[in-house]
């Protein structure tokens, strides 16, 4: 089992930053890629972006490349969302997932673990 646990969300105004991180308890957390996801109501769950287990490879979601950047410090067993350029349609539930992988992917279903979710609200 890994426990995750996010931390940082808030309220924004639009065009500035927040850092979301997200700690991992449980198994070795270098088994694990690591990736966001976000659900707006109404809204299925988006992929976000994702990290590998050495931190070498980042995926990007369409939505937030350029703006959005990922990082993760496996000695301390964190992955950190930075989101610059923030924007409302960015309002949404965060999600952080782990997924026994070498290499990040964007399918939701191929994570095994989640956390509770932490809510980032961007006004106009």
């Known amino acids: 089992q890994v426990q995750l646990v996010e931390s940082g969300g808030g309220l924004v105004q639009a065009g500035g930053s927040l850092r979301l991180s997200c700690a991992a308890s449980g198994r070795t957390f270098s088994n694990y890629a690591m990736g966001w996801f976000r659900q707006a109501p109404g809204k299925e769950r988006e992929f976000v972006i994702a990290?590998?287990?050495?931190?070498?490879?980042?995926l990007y979601g369409n939505s937030v490349k350029g703006r959005f950047t990922i990082s993760r410090d496996n000695a301390k067993n964190t992955v950190d969302l930075q989101m610059n350029s923030l924007k409302p349609e960015d309002t949404a539930v965060y999600y952080c997932a782990a997924e026994r992988s070498v290499v990040p992917d964007s399918n939701p279903r191929l994570y095994a673990y989640w956390g509770q979710g932490t809510q980032v609200t961007v006004s106009s």
């Open positions: 990290i590998s287990r050495t931190g070498g490879s980042i």
